[in-house]
Protein backbone atom coordinates (compact mmCIF):
# COMPACT_ATOMS: atom_id res chain seq x y z
CA UNK A 1 0.00 0.00 0.00
CA UNK A 2 1.27 3.44 -0.80
CA UNK A 3 0.47 6.48 1.42
CA UNK A 4 -0.55 9.75 -0.66
CA UNK A 5 0.13 13.67 0.31
CA UNK A 6 -1.10 16.10 -1.71
CA UNK A 7 0.37 19.32 -1.30
CA UNK A 8 -0.48 23.25 -3.37
CA UNK A 9 -4.26 23.66 -3.64
CA UNK A 10 -5.48 27.01 -2.69
CA UNK A 11 -7.14 30.19 -3.98
CA UNK A 12 -6.17 31.70 -7.10
CA UNK A 13 -7.95 34.02 -10.04
CA UNK A 14 -8.75 32.62 -13.48
CA UNK A 15 -5.53 33.19 -15.74
CA UNK A 16 -3.26 31.76 -13.10
CA UNK A 17 -1.16 28.78 -12.45
CA UNK A 18 -0.77 27.00 -9.50
CA UNK A 19 1.37 23.18 -8.69
CA UNK A 20 0.37 20.66 -7.21
CA UNK A 21 2.47 18.10 -5.59
CA UNK A 22 1.80 14.46 -4.42
CA UNK A 23 4.17 12.63 -2.34
CA UNK A 24 4.22 8.71 -2.45
CA UNK A 25 5.94 6.94 0.87
CA UNK A 26 7.15 4.01 -0.78
CA UNK A 27 10.60 2.33 -1.48
CA UNK A 28 9.09 1.45 -5.13
CA UNK A 29 7.71 4.77 -6.06
CA UNK A 30 9.14 3.97 -9.58
CA UNK A 31 6.76 0.67 -10.55
CA UNK A 32 3.67 2.64 -10.02
CA UNK A 33 1.57 4.35 -12.45
CA UNK A 34 0.62 7.77 -11.01
CA UNK A 35 -2.70 9.96 -11.74
CA UNK A 36 -4.47 13.04 -10.93
CA UNK A 37 -8.14 13.38 -10.76
CA UNK A 38 -10.66 15.71 -9.62
CA UNK A 39 -13.93 16.48 -8.04
CA UNK A 40 -15.88 19.18 -8.10
CA UNK A 41 -19.04 19.61 -5.46
CA UNK A 42 -21.99 17.20 -7.03
CA UNK A 43 -20.39 15.59 -9.50
CA UNK A 44 -18.48 12.38 -10.22
CA UNK A 45 -14.90 11.89 -9.65
CA UNK A 46 -12.99 12.95 -13.11
CA UNK A 47 -9.50 11.86 -14.85
CA UNK A 48 -7.50 14.64 -15.41
CA UNK A 49 -3.61 12.97 -15.85
CA UNK A 50 -1.58 10.52 -15.57
CA UNK A 51 1.72 9.10 -15.88
CA UNK A 52 4.07 6.27 -16.59
CA UNK A 53 6.35 4.55 -14.59
CA UNK A 54 9.04 6.22 -16.05
CA UNK A 55 7.53 9.28 -17.03
CA UNK A 56 8.04 8.79 -20.52
CA UNK A 57 4.43 8.72 -21.38
CA UNK A 58 1.64 11.05 -20.53
CA UNK A 59 -2.04 11.59 -20.75
CA UNK A 60 -4.51 13.79 -20.58
CA UNK A 61 -8.36 14.87 -19.96
CA UNK A 62 -9.25 16.53 -23.05
CA UNK A 63 -10.72 19.47 -20.73
CA UNK A 64 -6.52 20.28 -19.86
CA UNK A 65 -4.57 19.25 -22.41
CA UNK A 66 -2.46 22.10 -23.42
CA UNK A 67 -2.90 23.85 -19.81
CA UNK A 68 -1.56 21.15 -17.09
CA UNK A 69 0.86 19.56 -17.46
CA UNK A 70 2.05 16.02 -14.89
CA UNK A 71 5.40 15.14 -14.16
CA UNK A 72 7.14 12.92 -11.55
CA UNK A 73 10.80 12.83 -9.61
CA UNK A 74 11.18 9.42 -8.79
CA UNK A 75 14.36 10.11 -6.66
CA UNK A 76 12.02 12.21 -4.70
CA UNK A 77 9.10 10.03 -5.25
CA UNK A 78 6.47 12.76 -6.34
CA UNK A 79 4.56 13.41 -8.61
CA UNK A 80 3.28 16.83 -10.02
CA UNK A 81 0.64 18.65 -11.48
CA UNK A 82 1.41 21.99 -12.54
CA UNK A 83 -1.90 24.00 -13.65
CA UNK A 84 -1.44 26.96 -15.92
CA UNK A 85 -4.01 29.37 -17.63
CA UNK A 86 -6.95 28.12 -14.56
CA UNK A 87 -10.62 28.53 -15.25
CA UNK A 88 -13.37 28.43 -12.29
CA UNK A 89 -14.52 25.26 -14.32
CA UNK A 90 -11.00 23.71 -13.10
CA UNK A 91 -12.04 24.13 -9.18
CA UNK A 92 -11.91 21.13 -7.82
CA UNK A 93 -10.88 18.98 -4.92
CA UNK A 94 -7.60 17.01 -6.29
CA UNK A 95 -6.64 13.75 -5.85
CA UNK A 96 -2.95 11.75 -6.49
CA UNK A 97 -3.68 8.03 -7.22
CA UNK A 98 -1.58 5.36 -7.63
CA UNK A 99 -1.34 2.14 -8.91
CA UNK A 100 1.24 -0.98 -9.44
CA UNK A 101 0.27 -1.90 -13.26
CA UNK A 102 1.22 -0.42 -16.25
CA UNK A 103 0.01 3.04 -18.53
CA UNK A 104 -2.33 1.43 -20.00
CA UNK A 105 -6.15 1.83 -21.83
CA UNK A 106 -7.81 1.98 -18.42
CA UNK A 107 -5.49 4.78 -16.85
CA UNK A 108 -8.81 7.30 -16.96
CA UNK A 109 -10.92 4.78 -14.82
CA UNK A 110 -10.62 6.23 -11.28
CA UNK A 111 -11.39 2.12 -9.56
CA UNK A 112 -8.71 0.69 -11.58
CA UNK A 113 -5.83 2.77 -8.97
CA UNK A 114 -5.36 1.12 -5.96
CA UNK A 115 -4.14 4.08 -3.45
CA UNK A 116 -5.78 7.67 -2.94
CA UNK A 117 -4.50 10.76 -1.13
CA UNK A 118 -6.24 13.06 0.58
CA UNK A 119 -7.37 15.58 -1.79
CA UNK A 120 -5.99 19.46 -1.88
CA UNK A 121 -8.45 21.91 -2.86
CA UNK A 122 -7.91 24.33 -5.67
CA UNK A 123 -10.55 26.83 -6.05
CA UNK A 124 -10.26 29.39 -9.18
CA UNK A 125 -12.49 32.79 -8.78
CA UNK A 126 -13.61 34.63 -12.14
Known amino acids: QVQLVESGGGLVQAGDSLRLSCAAS????????MAWFRQAPGKEREFVAA????????EYADSVNGRFTISRDNAENTVYLHMASLKPEDSAVYYC???????????????????WGQGTQVTVSS
Open 51 to 58: ISRNGGRT
Open 26 to 33: VRTFEIYT
Open 97 to 115: AAKRQALSSTYTIAHRYDD
